[in-house]
């Protein structure tokens, strides 16, 4: 019988978990993919979505699994922590670099907190005129999840909300 991983496991509640969202009419999913790399037997899943209502800024969250991971978990090695990867992104427009950058980093530090590492890098269309920006804000969790992080992922799916609503505020101002 196919014992499911921890990957398997954090995969089904979180995707259960947005599509449930989608179903209550407060996101909008606008693409999903689920990989698995042959070369490096590692995997991913990921979700992208925006707000329902005034959605301008888009979220997205991405699991993975190394191969490092999966023998761990198999092997039951106790020298290696199993787990999985956890790294949410969002991409939002942004009109002046230094003032919008500095505003998101600050609001999505405080919603997170100090735990996760965030990076921020700025995008544009060369040629492209007017000028359009994007900001892409990605937060990297440092510790890897496992079942015992399952009850937190409803949470975990509330401040993201928050962040793509507290995003959309932002721009719409």
């Known amino acids: 019988m196919f014992d499911p991983t921890i990957f398997d496991n954090l995969k089904v509640v979180l995707e259960g978990a947005v599509y449930d969202m989608d179903l209550n009419d407060s996101v909008v999913i606008m693409g999903r993919t689920d990989r698995i790399e042959l070369s490096s037997m590692s995997r991913s899943f990921s979700m992208t979505m925006a707000r329902k209502e005034d959605g301008v800024a888009e979220g997205s969250f991405m699991l993975t ?26 991409v939002f427009p942004i009109t002046d670099i230094e003032r919008d950058c500095s505003e998101s980093v600050s609001m999505i530090g405080e919603i997170w907190g100090a735990g996760p590492q965030l990076s921020q890098c700025i995008m ?22 496992d079942e015992r992080h399952i009850d937190d992922i409803p949470s975990l799916l509330e401040h993201f909300h928050l962040c793509l609503e507290r995003l959309d505020e932002r721009i719409i101002e």
């Open 124 to 145: 544009m269309e060369y040629g492209e005129q007017p000028r359009r920006m994007k900001s892409k804000l990605d937060v990297k969790f440092v510790k890897k999840l």
């Open 65 to 90: 699994a190394s191969v490092a991971d999966l023998a761990a978990e198999l092997l039951a090695d106790s020298k290696q922590q199993p787990g999985c990867s956890l790294e949410l992104s969002f």
